[in-house]
C-alpha cells in the first residue's frame, strides 16, 4: 500500500512539473512555420472588401476539414480496389489543393478579388464533381458527411467574396 501511495505521489509530483512547463510554452510569439501554429492570418495587404478575419478562419477551416476527409478515406483506401484507390487519389488531390489555397490566402498571394473568385470557383466544382461522383459509384461513405461540410464551407467563402 505504501508503495503505491508513493508511485501515485511522484506520479503526481511529474504532472505538476509537465504542467509548469507547459504554461512557459504558450506565451511569445509564434514561430512555428507550419499554418497550425498561428492564429488565422489574413492578409496584411490585400483588401478584397470583406471580412478577411473571418475569412482566414473559413479558409483554414476548409483546409482543415478536406485533410479530415483524406484521413477517413486514407484509413479505408487500402482495403479497396483500383476504383476506390482512383476517388482516394481525387480527394487526396483535393485535399492538397486546398491547403495550397489556404496557404496563398494567408502569404497574400492572391492579388485580386477576382483571382480569389476563380480559386474558390475551380475548388467548389472540383469539390461538387468528387462529391456526386463519390455517392453514385457508392464510394467512401463514411467521408459524404465530411465532404459535405467541405462544399459547405466553400459555398460560405464564395457567398462572403460576392457580397
Known sequence: MKRRIAH???GLGALVLVSAGCVGTVSGPYDDPSPYGHPYYPPRTQDYGYAREQFA?????????????????????????????EFFGRIHHFSDEAREFHDRY?????????????SMNELIRDAQ???????EANVF???????????????RMIDMVRA
Open 8 to 10: 501515485w505521489i511522484s
Open 57 to 85: 478562419r473559413l479558409a483554414h477551416e476548409l483546409d482543415d476539414r478536406a485533410a479530415r476527409a483524406h484521413r477517413i478515406a486514407e484509413r479505408r483506401s487500402a482495403s479497396y480496389g483500383g476504383r476506390e484507390q
Open 106 to 118: 494567408e502569404n497574400g498571394d492572391i492579388q485580386t478579388r477576382q483571382d480569389l473568385r476563380a
Open 129 to 135: 464533381a468528387t462529391d456526386r461522383a463519390m455517392r
Open 141 to 155: 461513405p463514411e467521408v459524404w458527411n465530411e465532404w459535405t461540410g467541405v462544399i459547405a464551407v466553400l459555398q
